[in-house]
Structure formats: C-alpha cells, structure tokens
C-alpha cells in the first residue's frame, strides 16, 4: 500500500469515528434535531392566530424576527379565571423558549392550553407562508368582559349526569387524608369543588389541591391533570372528588378499595431506599450542565436536593429547576412531573438527580 492510499485508509477511520462520536453523543444529537426542526423561514412582523377556548375564543399574536419568535400576547376573555386565564399568562414564555408553538399544557388547562397552542400556530403559518395572513381587528377590552367577570361570584350552571345535592369523598393522600366536598347543579353538572388535605405539605401538595378545585369544575369530571411536584396529592384529591361523583351517580362507594389503592400508592413512593449520604449526579440542559447534589437521610430517604444550573433561561429553565427540588423529596425518587414551558430543564434535571441517586444504590 502506498503512502497515499494509507493516507486516505487514514482519513476514513477518522471520518467514522467522528460520525460514530456525534450520533452516539444524546445531548449533541437531540441539539441537531431540533436545530433541525426548529428551521424555519419567516417574513418578520406580528402576525395574529386564533382558536377556541374553554370558554370562548383565545387570539395569539406573535411577533417573529430573524431567529424565529421573539414574542407571543395570548388573549381569552372567555377562559376561567384562575384556570385558563391564567394559563394564558404563563405560556407565551414557553412558546419563546421552545420557538415554536408546541409547548407543555399548563395542568388543569388543557383545552386553554390546546387552543393557545393552535392560535400560535396559525400565526407562525402566516409568517412562514403557509397560509395568507389573516387581518383582525382588536376588539375593545370592554366588549371582550364575560358575564362571569362582571360578578364577583361566578355562576356555574353545566350540565351533565348527577343528581343535584352535596357530596362528600375522601383518599389518602402524601400525609393524610383528602377531603372533597362536591356541589352538583340543577342541571346536574359540577357547580362547585372544595378539598380539604390539612396534612399535605405546605407549598406542594397544599397549594396543588387548592389549584385543582377550579380545574374539577372546568372539567366537569374528576378527569384533571396532576399538579407538577404533587403527584400524591393530586392523584388523593382526583379519587376523592371521584368518590363524591359515584355517590352523585348512584353508583356504590368503595372506601375501602380507595384506600387500599392509596395505601399501595404510598408505599410505592417510599419504597425505594438509599445509602445514608451526599451524592452528585450532573445533566446536559437548556443551556449548559445542571447539576444534583441530593442528601439521603438516616433512614433510606431523600431529605433534600439541590439543584444547580447557572445557565438556564431566567424565568423558565432556571425557575423550573428550583421548583422541583422540593418535588423530588416529596417524590422519594427521580421521577417528578416536567414544569410546563421547561422540559428540556426538567428532564436534565431528572437525570442528574437520577445520577446521583444510582451511586446510592
């Protein structure tokens, strides 16, 4: 063989190392794929999307420049406060994050959510051409008032299939039981929902029953999405009103059972037992390396996590990854519900904790 063939021999494995090296690299690969699908040519300016809502109709207006989305104003004077109203308050950051209009549901929202992702969508299809832009006027603030925000008590009257009354349904929940006292309307919908859990932990699961009771309502069953970090207790709080809602239908209680599933839930979660220490574990995320330092107590439990991420997005990633370090404690384990409008964050951080967690195995 000639010097120059050994040299193009050379060459080849080279290349194929190289090849193997960046296909086998995770973080680089999915970096790739979505600078690939994230490509996009659009003509800058502000373009308006529209879709329906819980309640009504809910307009998008983006703004895209050169690099993609720069802004997004969501509107819904139809959608519930508190719930969808508020969804549409939290969003228009993850749409700038992800640059493009496929972003987390805000949990017990998801039809407000689905509608703000279809209105971002048209917008960006008027900037990219797809479809001719779309001319709006903006309605005046006070033409776009609802019924239900001139009162300062809100009037439910969704119908449905139970027998108007009030009905009560408990489970056990992260630290005891849940309570959920169900009104059901005339018409034999959901008018109204109030859980009670005084032993679920304050800021966590606490704050998530709070958040679902609107979300119930909403969604006129007990079919609602998991807080982020309150897995328990949103699971707890779901089979109590469900509870409530099989009195409300005739059909039979099964406390027992509840409890019993509750029970299994609970010792799940605490199943998994560590070696007493400090561990660190560390992930690729949004902007650079996030990093877990998780402290295993005495008896086998997580008793507390840090997270660590200095260059993830302010306001998003970086918010995220401080909101789950108490959702992991609570967890007993890596796995935790992604923060809406985060994921990339979200899941890093699992992996890091995840990281740690395997050396105290």
Same mark, same amino acid.
């Given at each position: 063989?000639?010097?120059?063939?050994?040299? *193009?021999?050379g060459?080849?494995?080279m290349?194929?190392?190289?090849?193997?090296?960046?296909?086998?690299? &995770?973080?680089?690969?999915?970096?790739?794929?979505?600078?690939?699908?994230?490509?996009?040519?659009?003509?800058p300016g502000?373009?308006?999307?529209?879709a329906?809502?819980?309640g009504?109709?809910?307009?998008?207006?983006?703004t895209?420049?050169?690099?993609?989305?720069?802004?997004?104003?969501?509107?819904?004077?139809?959608?519930?406060?508190?719930?969808?109203? %508020?969804?549409?308050?939290?969003?228009?950051?993850?749409?700038?994050?992800?640059?493009?209009s496929?972003?987390? +549901?805000?949990a017990? $929202?998801?039809?407000?959510?689905?509608?703000?992702?279809?209105?971002?969508?048209?917008?960006l299809?008027?900037?990219?051409?797809?479809?001719?832009v779309?001319?709006r006027?903006?309605?005046?603030?006070t033409?776009? !008032? =609802?019924?239900?925000?001139?009162?300062? =008590?809100?009037?439910?009257d969704?119908?449905?299939?139970?027998t108007?009354?009030? *009905?009560?349904?408990? $489970?056990?929940g992260?630290?005891?039981?849940?309570?959920?006292?169900?009104?059901?309307?005339?018409?034999?919908?959901?008018q109204? #929902? !109030?859980?009670?859990?005084?032993?679920?932990?304050?800021?966590?699961?606490?704050?998530?029953?709070?958040?679902?009771?609107p979300?119930?309502?909403?969604?006129?069953?007990?079919?609602?999405?998991?807080?982020?970090?309150? +897995?328990?207790?949103? !699971?707890?709080?779901?089979?109590?009103?469900?509870?409530?809602?099989?009195?409300?239908s005739?059909?039979?209680k099964?406390?027992?059972? !509840?409890?019993?599933?509750a029970?299994?839930? @609970?010792? %799940?979660? $605490?199943?998994?037992? *560590?070696?007493? /220490?400090?561990? @660190?574990?560390?992930?690729?995320g949004?902007?650079?390396?996030?990093?877990?330092?998780v #402290?295993?107590?005495?008896?086998?439990?997580?008793?507390?996590?840090?997270? =660590?991420?200095k260059d993830?997005?302010p306001?998003? /990633? %970086? &918010?995220?990854?401080? &909101?789950?370090?108490?959702?992991?404690?609570e967890?007993?384990?890596?796995?935790?519900?992604?923060?809406?409008?985060?994921?990339?964050?979200?899941?890093?951080?699992?992996?890091?904790?995840?990281?740690?967690l395997?050396?105290?195995?």
């Open positions: 063989m000639t010097q120059k063939q050994k040299g *193009y021999v060459l080849g494995v290349l194929a190392l190289g090849v193997g090296t960046v296909l086998g690299s &995770d973080p680089l690969y999915k970096a790739i794929d979505v600078m690939s699908t994230e490509k996009v040519d659009y003509t502000a373009y308006v999307g529209s329906q809502g819980f009504g109709e809910v307009v998008a207006t983006v895209v420049g050169a690099g993609g989305i720069e802004s997004v104003e969501l509107a819904g004077a139809g959608e519930t406060p508190g719930i969808g109203a %508020a969804a549409l308050e939290q969003l228009p950051a993850a749409f700038v994050e992800s640059n493009s496929m972003v987390d +549901t805000v017990g $929202a998801t039809i407000s959510s689905n509608a703000a992702m279809e209105a971002v969508q048209q917008a299809d008027q900037a990219s051409g797809k479809i001719d779309i001319e006027e903006a309605a005046p603030e033409e776009a !008032e =609802t019924e239900a925000e001139k009162s300062d =008590t809100p009037a439910v969704a119908e449905g299939d139970y108007p009354g009030t *009905y009560e349904g408990s $489970a056990k992260f630290g005891g039981d849940i309570t959920a006292k169900v009104v059901i309307g005339d018409k034999g919908g959901i109204s #929902v !109030e859980l009670t859990g005084k032993d679920e932990t304050p800021g966590l699961g606490a704050d998530a029953i709070k958040n679902l009771e979300a119930f309502v909403e969604a006129g069953s007990a079919d609602v999405d998991i807080v982020a970090g309150s +897995t328990i207790s949103s !699971e707890a709080a779901m089979k109590a009103v469900q509870a409530a809602l099989d009195a409300a005739g059909a039979e099964a406390d027992a059972k !509840e409890d019993e599933d029970g299994e839930t @609970e010792k %799940a979660a $605490a199943a998994a037992s *560590y070696a007493p /220490g400090t561990y @660190e574990g560390s992930a690729k949004f902007g650079g390396d996030i990093t877990a330092k #402290v295993v107590g005495d008896d086998g439990s997580i008793q507390s996590v840090e997270l =660590t991420g993830e997005t306001g998003l /990633g %970086a &918010d995220a990854i401080k &909101d789950l370090e108490p959702a992991f404690a967890a007993g384990s890596a796995e935790v519900d992604i923060v809406a409008g985060s994921t990339v964050s979200s899941e890093a951080a699992i992996k890091a904790v995840q990281a740690a395997d050396q105290a195995k």
